[in-house]
């Protein structure tokens, strides 16, 4: 929902960070939901139908809570930290979102993927079932910004294993500097 169609009395509550600092606009609230500015629920790809139906497709019974991370992992189409899910959504605290991915990873319905110096990301799998994973692709990790980005459309390289070896997972991720640092790079010089 755009900030100008949300009622004024929603809109603007005063926050204090975690230093005491003020951020008067930082956060928009929406009903008893606060959501950080530019991440309104209206930016979600998936209409909650859908969701729900991913969610019982995976053998997820579609709670409160576990709507609220699946929506966020939707929303932002990329691999999110529990940190930043945790920002994301201010109604959960952390151990609350941490067992809805624990649960979600649990029944395929996350892919995870380890970042720089061992954070863990996860990301919405949007493949039918648990037993058919049919959007694995690789990452790109920003050295610079530490923003893990998603490489869909490219594939990630089918490994032939050893007999008796069976794939449970697969995590590509390219390392490197993404397109906007190298620019800021490029204007510094």
Do not use: W
Not at 85 to 98: A, C, F, N, P, Q
Not at 153 to 162: R, V
């Amino acid at each position: 929902m755009p900030t100008s169609a949300v009622p004024r009395s929603q809109v603007s509550l005063p926050i204090l960070g975690a230093e005491g600092e003020f951020f008067p606009s930082r956060y928009l609230f929406v009903g008893k939901n606060a959501y950080l500015r530019g991440r309104e629920p209206t930016t979600t790809k998936m209409e909650a139908t859908d969701i729900i139906t991913l969610l019982s497709r995976h053998g997820v019974k579609p709670t409160a809570n576990r709507l609220l991370v699946a929506r966020e992992l939707d929303r932002e189409r990329r691999p999110l930290s529990l940190m930043e899910l945790e920002r994301g959504i201010l109604t959960m605290d952390k151990s609350s979102v941490y067992r809805v991915l624990t649960l979600f990873r649990e029944h395929g319905l996350v892919h995870v993927v380890e970042g720089n110096e061992g954070v863990v990301s996860y990301e919405l799998c949007r493949a039918g079932h648990a037993s058919e994973d049919d959007d694995l692709h690789p990452h790109f990790y920003c050295e610079r910004c530490h923003e893990l980005t998603c490489l869909e459309g490219i594939a990630i390289p089918d490994i032939p294993l050893p007999g008796g070896y069976r794939r449970r997972a697969v995590s590509y991720v390219v390392k490197g500097v993404c397109g906007k640092c190298a620019l800021k790079e490029r204007e510094r010089r």
